[in-house]
């Protein structure tokens, strides 16, 4: 993936919430702009708390090569996804 394709989907108005999909199988949700950073070779995702908005508990760092793709989430509720091993 490239960095102008996650960038697309920040700067989009109004924003629209969207989910990344890794190699690997996990997800992450996109819900507000400033939770996420895109470098050249990455995207830093500010995981958010859920006790408090707009805090980041934690973040990950994906590696772009690594995202598969992206879907918007037309305003529905984070799905919790299973790991495979």
């Given at each position: 993936?490239?960095?102008?394709?996650?960038?697309?989907?920040?700067?989009?108005?109004?924003?629209?919430?969207?989910?990344?999909?890794?190699?690997?199988?996990?997800?992450?949700d996109i819900?507000?702009?400033?939770?996420?950073?895109?470098?050249?070779?990455?995207?830093?995702?500010?995981?958010?708390?859920?006790?408090?908005?707009?805090?980041?508990?934690?973040?990950?760092?994906?590696?772009?090569?690594?995202?598969?793709?992206?879907?918007?989430?037309?305003?529905?509720?984070?799905?919790?996804?299973?790991?495979?091993?």
């Open positions: 993936m490239r960095p102008e394709d996650v960038r697309e989907h920040l700067v989009t108005q109004p924003f629209e919430p969207f989910r990344l999909f890794m190699s690997d199988g996990a997800t992450l819900r507000h702009p400033d939770m996420c950073i895109v470098s050249r070779s990455a995207v830093y995702v500010g995981i958010p708390d859920p006790q408090t908005s707009g805090v980041a508990v934690r973040v990950a760092h994906c590696a772009l090569i690594h995202i598969t793709r992206i879907e918007t989430l037309n305003g529905t509720k984070p799905k919790r996804t299973r790991r495979h091993k």
